[in-house]
């Protein structure tokens, strides 16, 4: 099979495509040969120098989630799951290649009507935006700022935001990026790449009860100001590279919910992908899937992510694919 391999921690040139011998399904596993690959932020981070939740030692096939049909169980897995299309976390390795063994209790079926690139769009992305949505409790009326609102998390956000009563304030980097979260239905949008981005919000319609904060630092600690009395902010990411610098003081004094990431059981992650697959089926929720790069150029996915000229989700599309829904983007 064709893999990418992470030998050294750099840039993103340091992913190289190579043969390699095909795994096997050991005992509970699934062999998966893969469809899509889902790429995250935190995994570019973790090439660049070993940052993030995954530890693993050099070499390694990095990637965290894949989407495909099973082709073989390992002992006491159940037969019945070969030539079924589903989508599974890897544990933190093994998702660039064609073919993945995976836990097989792990595995989620892709539900009729959803295909398997928004599937894989869905796994990570899908379980954290249901996550924060749940934790979040949103109240009809409320006002709530997604911030990196076009992004893979983000975007769907929006989408769950809006249909849960609340109004929505999308902010996001660039026209583009602006345009792309009032397409999702964003009431407002506003470029938070702008010094005066917060007045914006406020000009719109005052501050905020809620707020999504993917990208910490200067942008989450503004984003804080926003928030009213008893407000909440659920921190899910830090593209900025670390946390918004708002201290516990700082929210009691505002009766304000602070909360910064999560750590969901194996039990938990599933039921919260299975929520999204299950919205994305019934049509109330669409994954935007912004960019798809052939397992080749696992690289120029990950120097496309780091220079933020990303939009929604961005996926990595191996050789044995089936046709997908959207033309391949690779610009």
Same mark, same amino acid.
Do not use: C
């Given at each position: 099979?064709?893999?990418?391999?992470?030998?050294?921690?750099?840039?993103?040139?340091?992913?190289?495509?190579?043969?390699?011998?095909?795994?096997?399904?050991?005992?509970?596993?699934?062999?998966?040969?893969?469809?899509?690959?889902?790429?995250?932020?935190?995994?570019?981070?973790? *090439?660049?120098?070993?940052?993030?939740?995954?530890?693993?030692?050099?070499?390694?096939?990095?990637?965290?989630? +894949?989407?495909? %049909?099973?082709?073989? %169980?390992?002992?006491?897995?159940?037969?019945?799951?070969?030539?079924?299309?589903?989508?599974?976390?890897?544990?933190?390795?093994?998702?660039?290649?064609?073919?993945?063994?995976?836990?097989?209790?792990?595995?989620?079926?892709?539900?009729?009507?959803? =295909?398997?690139?928004?599937?894989?769009?869905?796994?990570?992305?899908?379980?954290?935006?249901?996550?924060?949505?749940?934790?979040?409790?949103?109240?009809?009326?409320?006002?709530?700022? %997604? /911030?990196?609102?076009?992004?893979?998390?983000?975007?769907?956000?929006?989408?769950?935001?809006?249909?849960?009563?609340?109004? %929505?304030?999308?902010?996001?980097?660039?026209?583009?990026?602006?345009?792309?979260?009032?397409?999702?239905?964003?009431?407002?949008?506003?470029?938070?790449?702008?010094?005066?981005?917060?007045?914006?919000?406020?000009?719109?319609?005052? =501050?905020?009860?809620?707020?999504?904060?993917?990208?910490?630092?200067?942008?989450?600690?503004?984003?804080?100001?926003?928030?009213?009395?008893?407000?909440?902010? #659920?921190?899910?990411?830090?593209?900025?590279?670390?946390?918004?610098?708002?201290?516990?003081?700082?929210?009691?004094?505002?009766?304000?919910?602070?909360?910064?990431?999560?750590?969901?059981?194996?039990?938990?992650?599933?039921?919260?992908?299975?929520?999204?697959?299950? /919205?994305?089926?019934?049509?109330?929720?669409?994954?935007?899937?912004?960019?798809?790069?052939?397992?080749?150029?696992?690289?120029?996915?990950?120097?496309?992510?780091?220079? *933020?000229?990303?939009?929604?989700?961005?996926?990595? +599309?191996?050789? *044995?694919?089936?046709?997908?829904?959207?033309? #391949?983007?690779?610009?």
């Amino acid at each position: 099979m064709r893999a990418v391999w992470l030998k050294e921690f750099g840039g993103p040139e340091v992913l190289v495509a190579s043969d390699t011998p095909d795994p096997v399904a050991g005992p509970g596993q699934a062999l998966v040969e893969v469809a899509f690959a889902n790429i995250t932020f935190v995994e570019t981070q973790f *090439r660049a120098g070993g940052f993030g939740p995954f530890k693993a030692d050099l070499p390694m096939i990095p990637g965290n989630g +894949v989407g495909g %049909v099973v082709v073989s %169980v390992g002992d006491g897995a159940d037969d019945r799951l070969v030539g079924r299309s589903v989508v599974s976390g890897t544990g933190g390795s093994g998702g660039y290649a064609e073919l993945a063994a995976v836990d097989a209790a792990g595995l989620i079926e892709v539900p009729d009507g959803v =295909g398997l690139d928004s599937a894989v769009a869905l796994l990570a992305d899908g379980r954290t935006a249901m996550w924060l949505l749940q934790t979040a409790a949103l109240r009809p009326g409320e006002r709530v700022l %997604v /911030e990196a609102a076009a992004g893979g998390v983000g975007s769907l956000l929006v989408q769950l935001a809006r249909a849960a009563g609340a109004t %929505v304030v999308a902010a996001a980097g660039g026209a583009h990026k602006t345009g792309v979260a009032r397409d999702l239905g964003a009431d407002v949008a506003v470029d938070y790449l702008l010094p005066d981005w917060t007045d914006r919000v406020r000009e719109a319609g005052g =501050g905020v009860d809620v707020v999504f904060d993917g990208v910490g630092g200067e942008i989450g600690r503004s984003a804080f100001d926003l928030l009213g009395r008893g407000g909440r902010m #659920l921190s899910f990411g830090m593209a900025s590279g670390h946390w918004a610098g708002v201290s516990e003081e700082e929210a009691a004094d505002r009766d304000a919910t602070l909360l910064r990431g999560a750590q969901l059981t194996p039990e938990a992650s599933r039921a919260f992908t299975a929520d999204a697959l299950a /919205e994305a089926a019934a049509g109330r929720l669409r994954p935007s899937i912004g960019q798809r790069f052939p397992l080749e150029r696992a690289a120029d996915a990950h120097a496309a992510i780091q220079s *933020r000229a990303t939009v929604g989700k961005t996926l990595l +599309v191996t050789g *044995r694919s089936p046709a997908a829904g959207n033309p #391949l983007d690779v610009s």
